[in-house]
């Protein structure tokens, strides 16, 4: 099953995807999707606290030179991304919560999640759910997509 959401192809995961052949598939299968999701989850947080702070060194190693997104009605690219990034210095925090993995092989993966920012002038806190798709290269992930409020 493929299922698209602006843009934003995944496919449906299943054991084959996440684990191996072995006699034990779906026991490593669980522990190989729960550490991809868990990898996964930690990069998004990282690309957040970047956003807000405005590192652009950061952002440069954690996206795919592919990279695009959508936001407020604007398509970009990489350098169109990275390089007007001036920070959010009123976020006080970003909570990623309620993450799925919904499709992994090898070298790809996509994660839909939930996110609530909150402000430090105490403005109502803004929550959206937003999905992401990674590639692997040389060993490491990178955000290949970012679908923002969907």
């Given at each position: 099953?493929?299922?698209?959401?602006?843009?934003?192809?995944?496919?449906?995961?299943?054991?084959?995807?996440?684990?191996?052949?072995?006699?034990?598939?779906?026991?490593?299968?669980?522990?190989?999707?729960?550490?991809?999701?868990?990898?996964?989850?930690?990069?998004?947080?990282?690309?957040?606290?970047?956003?807000?702070?405005?590192?652009?060194?950061?952002?440069?190693?954690?996206?795919?030179?592919?990279?695009?997104s959508r936001w407020r009605g604007k398509d970009y690219d990489k350098d169109a991304?990275?390089?007007?990034?001036?920070?959010?210095?009123?976020?006080?925090?970003?909570?990623?919560?309620?993450?799925?993995?919904?499709?992994?092989?090898?070298?790809?993966?996509?994660?839909?999640?939930?996110?609530?920012?909150?402000?430090?002038?105490?403005?109502?806190?803004?929550?959206?759910?937003?999905?992401?798709?990674?590639?692997?290269?040389?060993?490491?992930?990178?955000?290949?997509?970012?679908?923002?409020?969907?």
């Amino acid at each position: 099953m493929v299922v698209a959401a602006g843009g934003l192809a995944c496919k449906k995961s299943d054991q084959s995807m996440l684990g191996s052949n072995s006699g034990n598939q779906p026991a490593q299968a669980a522990e190989s999707g729960e550490k991809v999701l868990n990898d996964l989850t930690a990069l998004i947080k990282q690309y957040f606290v970047a956003i807000n702070r405005g590192d652009k060194g950061t952002l440069e190693r954690l996206l795919a030179p592919e990279f695009n997104s959508r936001w407020r009605g604007k398509d970009y690219d990489k350098d169109a991304w990275v390089g007007p990034q001036a920070g959010e210095p009123n976020v006080a925090g970003d909570e990623i919560y309620n993450a799925q993995l919904a499709g992994s092989s090898a070298d790809e993966a996509t994660v839909h999640f939930e996110r609530r920012t909150t402000y430090k002038d105490n403005s109502p806190p803004y929550k959206e759910r937003n999905s992401a798709t990674f590639v692997k290269k040389e060993g490491r992930w990178q955000i290949k997509t970012l679908i923002y409020g969907h």
